[in-house]
């Protein structure tokens, strides 16, 4: 031990030093925890008994023909199908205002933040009041002879759910856009508009392309979030109605605090996790372009 | 010389003798969390310590979670358990006596007298698990009856309570009402909540399900009891409220009971504190016993919604602990329990005993649940219990609040899926989860 910090010159010894308390943070916060659910992945266990059955693959054999995670796999779809497009195009309007006016822009960007800091819980409470059967949505629309089931219908309740997400990221995602705009340079406005590009052709041909970090980036967070939405679900549908709001995580969840049954649930997880790590990587492909 | 030592030595019999100091140690004991509960876990805990022959009793509601359920169960993991926890459902008890987490109960030389000479006979075998031993001691109940709009009833001409499933329906062209002619109905004959939430099953499809059933629960051992008559009745009768429209399928912001938009809703005791603080001068109700798919002279069961007090293997001091419980339990503390909580003691003298009488007179509403307390079903003793019920959800809001699935096809797979998680358990081994 001593000839091998022997060997470490003392400038190293101080590179080492400095990163030592984020290995510790590291090894304690997420590598202990990963290591150790992947370890409990292939056991049986219910988390009040100190008996962990070793079972080999069965957790995942199990999770692969059970049908509600196909239906959750299905719902997550129509998650990212709803709230991917409207996310997009409404956190791109907002960043194009903003990025259009001087006057207390920081102002209007921190009030887009506020949804984005709200706690879970509580806003899930207010939009389920907003949307009931008898809430001020329903009561509005009633005056022009509309009345929507927002959560009870299985057809439209996951696309109510993805509206509530779309209002919480809405002032992220712009301000990700916002810092996406401000880094094209106005030179490249400026020519284009001496060769004769109109606001459209610019807007399409300068400002789009160029805003592909920022894209990729949405869609990179875009879909880690469909596979983890949670909360909203959780508190207003319970998965309901029909499953139809039934998510990866609310499985995971039941799985393993609900039934204890947590072995089962970290292997869940871990067939959660990869699926959406496979999405990203797919998804890169297709979006991430070189722009320098 | 001789005199004073012998004096001294006398004086210092008499004081090891006479003044007995407190014992020891500290029990601990964590009540549920809402003021009512608290108030009263206060007041006993300061009667007990009084007595400073007793062990003495520290107190705190349980620690803030999403759900008592899981406090208990992060403690338990954690070894953090109290001596005694009081609210728990029966529902979870098998779980942590498979884990060996609560004190086996009648291994206390009383604990026989003591239940026996408390619980009504027709329930003391509804909380024996499966080896024959207790490990909960019967606490409280809140069963679960029906609600009615008086003046609702009154303005129909209504004059008697339907006893049956067909005689409730057959008042609903009287009750419902499409007041601003969209062709649905903005005043409804019932609203079970339309939450797919296992839980909430208890508050419908299961206590409808042992009023039809006469009393009995899901399982019968390990036999599953779930493909029978009453099942299919109990489910058709939602689905019919649901396809006619007389039950509401949405979820309200408001108490649509007080606020008079439907006539029968289903609730526990716990409702009567609610009505009262915000009713307005023109809400009048009443409660009467479930409707059944046939009447009968047999009393109508109904859940109970049983809370429980259990000893947690953690403990130091099984014994004292033991003392507290039935100190929390006697004559006097259910008195306390009635008038702090207004909550109902599971005891077999509840309307007879004179020192409930002027109570149940100064509240006669509660008086109703009361009397139903010998007639009340709890939950079957199975580790799936929240897995069974997630089934029965899934089964239920599919025939009954979207009609997408057949009733026979409903009880069928119920019955199916059931029947597996049960044949897994007894088989002794959890599969493959």
Known sequence: ?292 | MLQHRLILFATGLCLAGCSQSRPEGVLTYWCATNSFEIEFARRIVAEWNQDTTHLPVRFQPVPAGQSSEEVILAAIVGRTTPDIYSNIWPGVIEQYREAGAVVRLDQFADFDSVLYARLPDELIEQFRSPDSGFYQFPWKANPLLLYYNKGLLEEAGITELPRTYDQFFALAPRLVKDFDGDGHYDRWLLDPNVMAEWWQRFFDFYTFYIAATGGESLLDGHEVQLDRPETAAVLSFFRRGYQEGYFPLSIFQEDIFLAQKVVFHISGPWSISHLEKYKTEDFRYGITLLPVPQAGDQPVHTYGDPKNIVIFSTTRYPQEAWEFVKFMTSRAADRSLLEITSQLPMRRDLITDSLYADYFTANPLLEIFARQIPFIVGTDHTIYLQEIFDIISQEYEAACLYQVQPIAQAVASMTKRVTALIDRESRGKAGVQ
Do not use: C
């Open chain 1, 1 to 292: 031990m001593i000839s091998i910090l022997a060997k470490v010159k003392s400038n190293e010894l101080v590179g080492y030093g400095l990163i030592l308390p984020y290995l510790i943070y590291s090894l304690i916060i997420w590598v202990y925890p990963l290591m150790w659910g992947i370890s409990i992945a292939f056991k049986r266990w219910n988390i009040i008994s100190t008996e962990k059955t070793f079972i080999g693959l069965s957790n995942f054999i199990q999770v692969i023909h059970e049908p509600l995670f196909w239906i959750a796999f299905k719902n997550t779809l129509y998650f990212m199908v709803v709230f991917i497009p409207i996310s997009i195009f409404l956190s791109l309007s907002v960043a194009l205002l903003l990025n259009r006016i001087n006057f207390l822009r920081s102002f209007f960007a921190s009030g887009y933040l506020i949804s984005y800091v709200s706690a879970g819980v509580a806003y899930s409470i207010v939009f389920n009041l907003m949307f009931s059967g008898n809430g001020i949505i329903n009561t509005w629309l009633s005056g022009i002879g509309i009345t929507i089931p927002w959560f009870s219908s299985p057809k439209i309740a996951m696309a109510s759910i993805a509206i509530i997400v779309v209002w919480k990221f809405l002032g992220y995602y712009s301000l990700i856009f916002l810092a996406g705009l401000q880094s094209i340079p106005k030179t490249i406005y400026e020519s284009a508009e001496i060769d004769g590009a109109g606001r459209i052709t610019q807007f399409f041909r300068i400002t789009i392309p160029l805003l592909n970090p920022s894209f990729t980036i949405i869609f990179i967070f875009a879909i880690m979030l469909s596979f983890n939405v949670f909360t909203e679900p959780y508190m207003i549908t319970g998965g309901g109605p029909l499953d139809s709001t039934q998510t990866f995580v609310m499985q995971i969840y039941y799985h393993t605090f609900t039934n204890l049954h947590a072995g089962y649930g970290s292997s869940f997880a871990i067939i959660v996790a990869a699926i959406s790590f496979a999405f990203v990587f797919f998804i890169r492909k297709i979006v991430e372009k070189d722009i320098s």
